[in-house]
């Protein structure tokens, strides 16, 4: 279950009737993050009129978590547009600030939707995105005549080998791809590996 993320944040500005609409968006991984980033932008533009947000967090077909706040425009006309877009866009792990500076003349609630919309989409189209693949992490018991073979054949489904514990056995953790997983897995099993969790 492969997505597009965000490599690196970017800013961007678009202007309807006269308001300006400050764009940042970028890779986020945790609420705290986001938060902490949306205090830097309020410190930025202290005197904007408002601050909406939209998070996804995780796969947007799944999203771990996801939000959006239209910060006192009308209710739906901001975040929630926002957010659509990413997901209809197919980016997670991504957030999305959109500062408001009022340029005097009312938008109306379409063409504030249209208006948050469209500076999330002017920021969609300047960033440069990645595929991210989620990892599967696992625990592989093995004798330690096995150990070498376990370490080649994880490198060879594009994985790493973590710390390994040696008792009467070798322990050892691995993470990789999750769309390696199965073609390894039953590699190990016919081998006579054990896996754990």
């Known amino acids: 279950m492969t997505y597009q993320i965000p490599s690196s944040p970017v800013v961007s ?9 400050i764009c940042w968006l970028g890779p986020v991984t945790d609420k705290a993050a986001f938060q902490h980033q949306l205090g830097q932008i309020r410190k930025q533009y202290p005197d904007a009129s408002h601050y909406c947000t939209a998070l996804v967090i995780g796969n947007p077909a799944n999203p771990d978590m996801m ?7 009308p209710g739906g006309s901001a975040g929630r547009p926002m957010l659509e877009l990413l997901l209809k866009q197919g980016v997670g792990n991504v957030g999305a600030i959109v500062t ?3 340029g005097g003349t009312k938008l109306g609630v379409g063409g504030l939707m249209r208006a948050y919309r469209g500076s999330v989409g002017a920021a969609l189209q300047a960033v440069s995105l990645e595929t991210f693949v ?16 376990l370490r080649f054949l994880v490198a060879r489904h594009q994985g790493n080998c973590g710390q390994a514990d040696y008792a009467n056995k070798v322990t050892m953790s691995i993470s990789l791809p999750q769309d390696q997983w199965q073609s390894l897995s039953e590699l190990l099993l016919a ?7």
């Open 134 to 149: 989620p990892l599967q992490e696992v625990s592989v018991r093995c004798d330690f005549a096995q150990e070498s073979r």
């Open 13 to 21: 500005e678009t202007e309807e009737k006269k308001s300006r609409f």
């Open 67 to 73: 939000q959006a706040d239209d910060d006192g425009e």
């Open 100 to 102: 408001r500076y009022f």
């Open 191 to 197: 081998e006579g590996f054990e896996l754990q969790g």
